[in-house]
């Protein structure tokens, strides 16, 4: 089978075919589907090294819908193959270091999304750019009003904009504030629709469902660890997800088979989230896991064995290990 590396930017591909630890054809095209000539279903099969990329996902369908291999390259441990060594680093020279890097093995592979965690994911990615455009512009106006020497109040987000034109202030401060306040009230618009269209989506992942059921543990914590996840068999054990979420002092990611396009280090951050509320409970006396676990123990008592264990994820995060936490 023929080895082909393609190095995908936002203007051209370069396309590097190699054989028998040479170059054998070269080409640079606009648009992957103008590799249809080259690794179109009408040509022979090949096994094609892309590196994990934003587009990497579409152009792996894409190929192996024409009948190739794809292997996504992880990007964190590509220079081991000699890309961007000796200060060289173009689009022809590193499909062609891929393209040798291919033929002779040791690839360093990335773990592809399933379709429906790519579009869990898409969605997550949406809404957290909504959130963070939100609460820009929540920090905007309380700085605007601080400069007019008027505070304003704390209150949750969705009451902002009604709780700031409830106030009876300097005219020239309204004025100031309205663009900014009809931004926010659009904004939170469509991230209501947007978290409509998530939870959409966690309806049809029984795992999302169960992971919830931990204390602290929301749909927006529970769909982002999936969607990173994915396939929890492809970590050997809860401490290399533990590493692989930078979730403790260091991290080794070759202890870790296959990693993702993206890494998880964002939901490290929300992870956090449900940890400080385990601290809670433990200052207010409530024992959470504790509950979490006993339901854990009849459901194992009783031989249930839901879709959850069967992918793994329930040997990920045992009682045991909460209860030291």
């Given at each position: 089978?023929?080895?082909?590396?393609?190095?995908?930017?936002?203007?051209?591909?370069t396309?590097?075919?190699a054989r028998e630890g040479q170059v054998v054809q070269r080409?640079?095209?606009?648009?992957?589907?103008s590799l249809e000539s080259l690794l179109g279903p009408e040509q022979p099969q090949a096994v094609v090294a892309i590196e994990a990329c934003r587009e990497a996902w579409y152009v792996h369908d894409l190929l192996t819908s024409w009948g190739n291999q794809v292997v996504l390259v992880d990007t964190t441990r590509s220079r081991r193959l000699g890309i961007g060594q000796h200060g060289r680093k173009t689009d022809r020279i590193d499909a062609e270091v891929l393209a040798l890097a291919l033929e002779r093995g040791g690839i360093?592979?990335?773990h592809v999304l399933s379709p429906h965690r790519r579009e869990l994911r898409r969605w997550l990615g949406v809404r957290r750019a909504l959130v963070e455009s939100r609460a820009q512009l929540v920090t905007t106006a309380r700085g605007l009003a601080r400069e007019y020497g008027t505070p304003l109040p704390r209150c949750v987000t969705e009451r902002f904009v009604n709780n700031v034109r409830k106030l009876k202030d300097d005219p020239e401060l309204g004025a100031a504030?309205?663009?900014?306040?009809?931004?926010?009230?659009?904004?939170?618009?469509e991230l209501v629709g947007v978290e409509q269209a998530l939870a959409?989506?966690?309806?049809?992942?029984?795992?999302?469902?169960?992971?919830?059921?931990?204390?602290g543990v929301g749909p927006v914590v529970a769909a982002s660890f999936v969607s990173v996840v994915d396939e929890a068999k492809r970590f050997r054990s809860a401490h290399h997800v533990q590493s692989y979420l930078g979730l403790v002092p260091s991290e080794d990611p070759?202890?870790?088979?296959?990693?993702?396009v993206f890494p998880g280090i964002r939901l490290s951050c929300l992870a956090r989230a449900p940890a400080r509320g385990v601290r809670r409970e433990a200052r207010t006396g409530a024992d959470g896991w504790g509950c979490f676990a006993r339901a854990r123990a009849l459901r194992a008592s009783e031989g249930a064995r839901t879709s959850?264990?069967?992918?793994?994820?329930?040997?990920?995060?045992?009682?045991?290990d909460h209860q030291k936490n």
């Amino acid at each position: 089978m023929r080895k082909v590396a393609l190095d995908l930017g936002t203007r051209k591909t370069t396309y590097c075919e190699a054989r028998e630890g040479q170059v054998v054809q070269r080409a640079t095209v606009t648009a992957v589907q103008s590799l249809e000539s080259l690794l179109g279903p009408e040509q022979p099969q090949a096994v094609v090294a892309i590196e994990a990329c934003r587009e990497a996902w579409y152009v792996h369908d894409l190929l192996t819908s024409w009948g190739n291999q794809v292997v996504l390259v992880d990007t964190t441990r590509s220079r081991r193959l000699g890309i961007g060594q000796h200060g060289r680093k173009t689009d022809r020279i590193d499909a062609e270091v891929l393209a040798l890097a291919l033929e002779r093995g040791g690839i360093p592979v990335a773990h592809v999304l399933s379709p429906h965690r790519r579009e869990l994911r898409r969605w997550l990615g949406v809404r957290r750019a909504l959130v963070e455009s939100r609460a820009q512009l929540v920090t905007t106006a309380r700085g605007l009003a601080r400069e007019y020497g008027t505070p304003l109040p704390r209150c949750v987000t969705e009451r902002f904009v009604n709780n700031v034109r409830k106030l009876k202030d300097d005219p020239e401060l309204g004025a100031a504030l309205e663009p900014v306040l009809k931004m926010l009230a659009t904004t939170s618009a469509e991230l209501v629709g947007v978290e409509q269209a998530l939870a959409k989506l966690c309806v049809t992942e029984p795992i999302v469902s169960w992971l919830i059921t931990a204390p602290g543990v929301g749909p927006v914590v529970a769909a982002s660890f999936v969607s990173v996840v994915d396939e929890a068999k492809r970590f050997r054990s809860a401490h290399h997800v533990q590493s692989y979420l930078g979730l403790v002092p260091s991290e080794d990611p070759a202890k870790v088979s296959s990693l993702d396009v993206f890494p998880g280090i964002r939901l490290s951050c929300l992870a956090r989230a449900p940890a400080r509320g385990v601290r809670r409970e433990a200052r207010t006396g409530a024992d959470g896991w504790g509950c979490f676990a006993r339901a854990r123990a009849l459901r194992a008592s009783e031989g249930a064995r839901t879709s959850c264990d069967a992918q793994g994820y329930d040997a990920m995060s045992t009682p045991r290990d909460h209860q030291k936490n």
